[in-house]
């Protein structure tokens, strides 16, 4: 029997949208109904070197230059990257709480000239690309009313969710593939669950899973050619 690698699934949305609990059941049941070792992330991964100077900005200690903390933000990810594949390649899945898809959000809702959307995602092109990424869509408006409301950290603020989720709009738009499922994230927890469950038991039953490569997130952008002296 071929050696199947794991998959890789991203779960992304505005905070209060229910990023963490989807990622949680979904890590159980692919390791407790289908019988497949998993492991869980989330980015920013606070206890790394990177992840420690990101807390000490998110929760207002510190102040840092955007460009500098967009860079932070995409080495936290660098950092696991290894691992990520790692695992992938020896048949461990990985279910990620966020990835670059909300690096780039969060930097372009500061709407600077400077700091572009071509910028924004070059930082993170030969990341591990997931096979799938859930975009969990919720107007601020409702998700500020779950759970006692937004919390205390930088990000965490209607307005600036306000633009975070144009911006999502905007991301998804322009990179216009396979990879994104916008899901109503006002739909019952127990319904998303399933449907969840259901996408990767589908994708353990495909055969092309056995020997499948792991892509990487790829440029969008075609730089001019030289012309020949």
């Given at each position: 029997m071929s050696h199947l690698r794991g998959i890789f699934i991203v779960i992304e949305g505005l905070d209060k949208a229910g990023k963490s609990t989807q990622c949680a059941r979904l890590v159980?049941?692919?390791?407790?109904?289908?019988?497949?070792?998993?492991?869980?992330?989330r980015f920013p991964d606070r206890t790394t070197p990177t992840g420690k100077m990101i807390n000490d900005y998110l929760k207002g200690d510190t102040e840092v230059d955007d460009h500098t903390i967009h860079l932070l933000f995409s080495a936290n990810r660098w950092e696991a990257a290894p691992r990520i594949r790692e695992l992938l390649l020896n048949g461990t899945s990985v279910v990620v709480d966020r990835y670059y898809w909300s690096g780039i959000v969060y930097s372009l809702a500061k709407e600077r000239d400077d700091l572009t959307f071509k910028w924004a995602r070059g930082c993170d092109i030969g990341l591990p690309m997931p096979d799938r990424c859930f975009f969990l869509d919720l107007d601020p408006t409702l998700a500020r009313q779950r759970g006692g409301g937004y919390g205390e950290e930088r990000y965490e603020k209607e307005a600036v969710q306000l633009k975070v989720r144009e911006k999502f709009e905007f991301v998804f738009k322009k990179e216009d593939h396979y990879h994104v499922t916008p899901l109503n994230a006002n739909m019952p927890v127990e319904q998303m669950e399933k449907m969840l469950l259901k996408w990767a038991e589908s994708y353990f039953q495909q055969a092309t899973l056995s020997g499948w490569k792991i892509d990487s997130v790829a440029p969008l952008f075609q730089e001019p050619r030289q012309e020949e002296e």
């Amino acid at each position: 029997m071929s050696h199947l690698r794991g998959i890789f699934i991203v779960i992304e949305g505005l905070d209060k949208a229910g990023k963490s609990t989807q990622c949680a059941r979904l890590v159980a049941n692919i390791r407790d109904k289908l019988n497949k070792p998993v492991v869980q992330m989330r980015f920013p991964d606070r206890t790394t070197p990177t992840g420690k100077m990101i807390n000490d900005y998110l929760k207002g200690d510190t102040e840092v230059d955007d460009h500098t903390i967009h860079l932070l933000f995409s080495a936290n990810r660098w950092e696991a990257a290894p691992r990520i594949r790692e695992l992938l390649l020896n048949g461990t899945s990985v279910v990620v709480d966020r990835y670059y898809w909300s690096g780039i959000v969060y930097s372009l809702a500061k709407e600077r000239d400077d700091l572009t959307f071509k910028w924004a995602r070059g930082c993170d092109i030969g990341l591990p690309m997931p096979d799938r990424c859930f975009f969990l869509d919720l107007d601020p408006t409702l998700a500020r009313q779950r759970g006692g409301g937004y919390g205390e950290e930088r990000y965490e603020k209607e307005a600036v969710q306000l633009k975070v989720r144009e911006k999502f709009e905007f991301v998804f738009k322009k990179e216009d593939h396979y990879h994104v499922t916008p899901l109503n994230a006002n739909m019952p927890v127990e319904q998303m669950e399933k449907m969840l469950l259901k996408w990767a038991e589908s994708y353990f039953q495909q055969a092309t899973l056995s020997g499948w490569k792991i892509d990487s997130v790829a440029p969008l952008f075609q730089e001019p050619r030289q012309e020949e002296e």
